[in-house]
């Protein structure tokens, strides 16, 4: 089911966002999910709590992605 959702998106966001902004938003997606599964130790991976570097890690890859989309 997600992936229906993920390439029915894929088709539908690129034209309207840009591709660029599109595949920001991608990983900017991915590097969020991948800390909140080290935080918590889910699916069997080792815990690296977030810190705030991690978190303005995440926070500069978003801004990046707004910098892109405004300009």
Not at 17 to 34: E, H, T
């Amino acid at each position: 089911m997600l992936g229906i959702f993920f390439v029915t998106f894929s088709i539908l966001l690129p034209p309207r966002l840009g591709v660029a902004v599109y595949f920001g938003l991608v990983v900017a997606g991915q590097v969020l999910m991948a800390m909140l599964l080290d935080h918590f130790g889910a699916l069997g991976f080792a815990r690296h709590p977030m810190s705030a570097m991690r978190l303005f890690g995440a926070a500069l890859l978003i801004a990046g992605v707004v910098i892109i989309r405004r300009f």
